[in-house]
């Protein structure tokens, strides 16, 4: 019986070696095997053109209680050298210290995470505030409604 035993746990690791096997195409392919639908809009901010995307899902409830939702702007890459700073919010910013969540990350693609109101109106805006190395700030709206995905 032991040495049926030691034979058997034998084949049986063999096997556990296997298993994964079929998966391993998945494993390597260079598309992600599930990616909710993207919402893309493009936004003039002064005189940068730049594109917001974010995922079509409801914002995500931070352990804090606020609720975010993750933006990405894409910026062209002849205006990556003269862009010191990008922002988001929700609602208009009174001066560039209430601008929003500072954007970060790649300089070509960078991610802010904005927070989001619990009660929406549907009239709220979200601002892009960006500023340049000379000092200039440029802002622009687009309705939240347009870019912002999921269930409200």
Known sequence: MRKLWQRGKFHLSALMMLVPL???????????????????????????????????????????????????????????????????????????RTAGALAFGNPYEREADVTVPDELAGTEELWVTMEDWSGGVHQASLPLGEIFGGKR
């Open 22 to 96: 079929p998966f391993l195409p998945d494993y390597f392919s260079p598309k992600p095997i599930f990616v909710p639908p993207e919402i893309r809009r493009d936004v003039a901010v002064g005189p940068f053109p730049v594109t917001l995307a974010t995922y079509d899902e409801a914002p995500g409830r931070m352990p804090t209680g606020e609720r975010m939702k993750e933006y990405r702007i894409h910026i062209r890459p002849a205006d990556i050298d003269h862009v010191r700073g990008v922002f988001l919010r929700v609602g208009k910013p009174r001066s560039l």
